[in-house]
């Protein structure tokens, strides 16, 4: 078929237009890159586009960071709290989510709008530290991995996931005898695999980057998690507040590399986690929005 | 059916709890950070301590005549101090006693220290917030809570300590109380009580940390002297554009405008000693409220029109105006003598045609003294306090009054002899291992191991720290020009804002200060004439402006009548 000459041309821009936006996103992470092998007294006086390393390129950040024995107790716990985050996270959303979609359930709707309200109201920040505090987690991982266990809106993309396949399916499971167990175990889960997969991004992603959580209840800091060891360097390394100028003999130009270094080795695993799981992704969200 | 689910929820949200209940035992023993100190009896103590001082021969006689504590403490008593972790340090160690200043006071004490460590001020003020408090706490109380100290012992957060108390378990810090009145007032409750160990200074040299900074090399080039008075600096800005082909003369980002504003560098020509507030004779005065502070828009606008101010000055960042000041494009700025200054010198150090130089606050006359500054007040930064939860209080105070004796404010300051600092002439002077470190640590990350004179705390910070952290002749000279005005005659002191007035003062500053702001920028930019200055002044009054000052009038009276 003969494409016209319009759509050509919409196509023409499209694609340039797509590409601009690509870069637009990319370059942030490029200038990261760029700037972790820059010689930093150099990148200090720069004042344009980086394309390439200024000055003579170094891997000093790189070496500073690995020397940093806070940034491996920090991937250490990172993975630990994802590990068993994602354990608690995907169990737990998984058995509410079935619950809510089930049809004939007692009491569905107040049920439902209980666990709303949730997403919309919160007791703050200092009767959550209460709560942990009472709880007895202060100082340790679990208080990053219990109060967010189940997150409201992940719990209702479930839910719309389950409600999506079809109830002849689970029907005639249960016709051949099977328990709710089993129909969701059996029945359900394999048939929202794609939704899953979006379940381990989201909240996988959440454990990534929270450091707030880890910045109040933690006290050892043989106990923080990546982000906030990163959080704390790149505190330091900005420069000190106007009024006390005491501790400031000097700007480390060495911090400006450790920061970008740190970036760049913090955001390696994730990069390289996402392509896999990425073609889950819309399929996945799709799949949750389709009936919600 | 139903029924089954609800209890298999009910039964997995009690195997949760039972393991929250398991773990919670042993992070429980970590965090009961009100350990009780042993009880010894505080009077018992102070007389055996006395005892054994007049016991010791001469050497200790002076330390002792002055202190009537002698250190290390007998009994060995248990103290827990909250304190904030810093990443200078928090890399290479996991808590403040593994640090070689945590054991060296430890030792020097007689105390065994238990750190209890929060992340950051969020995480302090929570903690603060439950109630579950060690019996010592090093933080910015007079910012980060509000009603400032006052309140808090009113809260029952932080114990008042009486001057009884004060003289019998902390006789150094109460010594320098005494002697430095102003410091005293500062940390006075209404009732009389002293509220913290404060961080304070050794009175006696420049206060001064920021300063304006101009390319002295430049102005040698163009043949001018470094510029005393704004037309001088206004010639010098010209020459730097147009002879020198400089392209943003003046560097300053709207925040370093402010704070050079506030500190008055750009205003006294004017007739207006600070944009801010100070005092003429115990009466407060509003810069940004007087007449007189048209001109100095009007100067500024100029600037601005002729190209000599950098035209996106209002969004310029941090990184751009080092940029700036590293290649060339600008010739001039204002901030902090380490952080920017020292940041630059380093830089361009193998650059042979980079120079810097302070020039002094401008002034109306060629060779005027400047009547203002940048002062820091005598108590800045984390100071300590002891709060209610603290079972022995007399012990707690007699442990905090180690940074104002003699050997405490070495240690504080200066860290270890023979390790982070040498006696020379008498005088301390720091050692290699910090200002050129083997292992590559940057001065402020050795000091953080071995001091507090690069942070803050319960201690003296020695009047030869400044000196020594500016490493750069340039730098030792901002800080000693710096302090060549009067701006002690005219800088507000530390009052409170009563109580009843703080609600109204905190929306009437906000609100005030916002606008002003805006207003203010839209002079300079030439977005609104300054024909409408009369206009701003009227809607400044209108807003609460009179009435603000009214409340800052009243703080000030309280405090001289203190």
């Not at chain 1, 250490?76 to 079935?98: H, M, P, S, V």
């Not at chain 1, 009491?107 to 959550?128: A, D, E, W």
């Not at chain 1, 409201?152 to 999506?164: D, G, P, Q, V, Y």
């Not at chain 2, 929250?20 to 102070?46: I, N, R, Y």
Request: hydrophobic share 40%; glycine share 8%.
């Amino acid at each position: 078929m003969e494409k016209s000459k319009g759509y050509k041309i919409f196509t023409l821009f499209n694609t340039l237009f797509m590409l601009f936006v690509a870069a637009a996103c990319l370059y942030p992470f490029y200038y990261i890159i760029v700037a972790s092998v820059s010689d930093p007294s150099t990148l200090m006086r720069h004042r344009s586009w980086l394309v390439w390393p200024v000055g003579e390129p170094t891997l000093d950040g790189y070496r500073m960071v690995l020397n940093n024995r806070r940034v491996f107790s920090g991937f250490a716990n990172t993975f630990r709290i994802l590990g068993l985050g994602l354990l608690f996270n995907i169990t737990l959303t998984a058995l509410g989510g079935y619950v809510l979609s089930l049809n004939n359930l007692l009491l569905r709707k107040p049920l439902t709008l209980i666990v709303i309200f949730t997403m919309y109201f919160s007791g703050g920040l200092i009767p959550s530290y209460l709560n942990i505090r009472d709880l007895g987690l202060m100082n340790s991982l679990w208080a990053l991995i219990l109060p967010g266990a189940v997150s409201t809106s992940n719990l209702i993309i479930m839910r719309s996931a389950f409600m999506a396949v079809p109830e002849s399916l689970t029907d005639a499971a249960k016709i051949d005898g099977a328990g709710h167990f089993q129909v969701l175990f059996r029945i359900l889960l394999p048939l929202v695999k794609a939704t899953l997969a979006v379940m381990v991004l989201y909240y996988g992603v959440a454990h990534w980057n929270s450091w707030f959580s880890a910045s109040i209840y933690l006290r050892d800091n043989t106990k923080y998690p990546l982000q906030l060891i990163l959080r704390n360097i790149l505190l330091s390394s900005q420069q000190q507040d106007m009024l006390s100028d005491v501790p400031m003999a000097q700007t480390p130009q060495a911090m400006l590399l450790i920061k970008y270094s740190l970036i760049v080795v913090s955001s390696v695993p994730v990069i390289c986690i996402y392509p896999f799981l990425q073609r889950f992704f819309q399929k996945g969200i799709m799949i949750g929005a389709v009936k919600g | 059916m139903n029924k089954r689910i609800v209890s298999i929820a009910l039964a997995a949200a009690m195997t949760s709890a039972l393991f929250l209940s398991g773990c919670g035992s042993d992070s429980g023993s970590t965090t009961a950070t009100t350990a009780p100190p042993p009880q010894t009896t505080a009077a018992g103590k102070t007389e055996s301590a006395a005892a054994e001082t007049a016991a010791q021969t001469e050497d200790t006689q002076a330390a002792a005549e002055q202190t009537g504590i002698s250190y290390p403490v007998e009994g060995s008593p248990a103290i827990s101090w909250g304190l904030l972790r810093k990443s200078q340090w928090s890399d290479r160690y996991d808590s403040f006693t593994d640090l070689p200043l945590g054991k060296a006071l430890q030792e020097q004490t007689g105390y065994t220290i238990e750190a209890v460590h929060v992340d950051n001020n969020q995480a302090m003020n929570l903690m603060i917030a439950s109630g579950d408090l060690p019996d010592i706490i090093s933080y910015y109380l007079m910012s980060q809570y509000n009603g400032k100290e006052a309140q808090a012992v009113k809260d029952g957060i932080i114990m008042g300590m009486t001057p009884e108390f004060l003289q019998e378990n902390a006789p150094d810090y109460w010594a320098y109380l005494e002697a430095n009145e102003d410091v005293k007032r500062a940390l006075l409750t209404n009732d009389g009580e002293i509220v913290a160990f404060a961080f304070v200074r050794e009175p006696g040299v420049s206060r001064s940390v920021q300063t304006l900074m101009v390319r002295d090399d430049w102005c040698e080039e163009l043949g001018i002297e470094l510029p005393e008075t704004a037309d001088e600096f206004y010639a010098m800005l010209k020459g730097f554009k147009e002879q020198l082909g400089a392209e943003v003369p003046l560097a300053l980002p709207t925040g370093h405008l402010q704070s050079a504003l506030n500190n008055g560098f750009l205003t006294q020509p004017f007739g207006v000693l600070s944009r801010d507030k100070y005092q003429v004779d115990g009466k407060v005065i509003f810069g940004y409220m007087q007449p007189e502070y048209k001109d100095v828009l009007a100067w500024l606008n100029k600037l601005y029109e002729e190209g000599l101010m950098d035209p996106n000055f209002t969004t310029m960042d941090g990184d751009t105006l080092t940029a700036y000041m590293l290649s060339g494009d600008s010739g001039a700025t204002a901030g902090p003598i380490g952080s920017m200054m020292g940041t630059y010198l380093n830089t361009n150090a193998d650059n042979e045609n980079y120079s810097l130089a302070a020039i002094k606050p401008l002034v109306a006359n060629k060779g005027d003294r400047p009547k203002f500054g940048h002062m820091q007040n005598l108590n800045i930064g984390a100071n300590a306090y002891i709060t209610m939860n603290c079972k022995d209080p007399a012990a707690a105070a007699r442990f905090l009054n180690y940074g104002y004796t003699d050997e405490g404010k070495k240690l504080y300051n200066w860290g270890i002899e023979g390790v982070t600092y040498n006696m020379v002439d008498g005088q301390p002077v720091l050692s290699d291992l910090v200002t050129n470190n083997p292992d590559g640590l940057t001065t402020t990350q050795v000091l953080a191991e071995y001091t507090l004179s690069w942070d803050s705390g319960p201690f003296e910070i020695s009047k030869d720290i400044n000196a020594q952290y500016y490493i750069w002749p340039e730098q030792k000279e901002a800080y000693e020009i710096g302090g060549e005005t009067d701006a002690a005659l005219y800088k507000m002191p530390d009052t409170t804002i009563a109580e009843e007035d703080a609600d109204e003062y905190s929306r009437l500053t906000s609100e005030i200060n916002t606008y002003r702001d805006e207003t203010e920028i839209k002079f300079i930019r030439g977005e609104m004439s300054l024909d409408q200055f009369d206009e701003y002044l009227a809607t400044l009054d209108r807003m609460g402006g009179s009435r603000l000052l009214e409340i800052e009038q009243n703080a000030l009276d309280a405090y001289n009548s203190k």
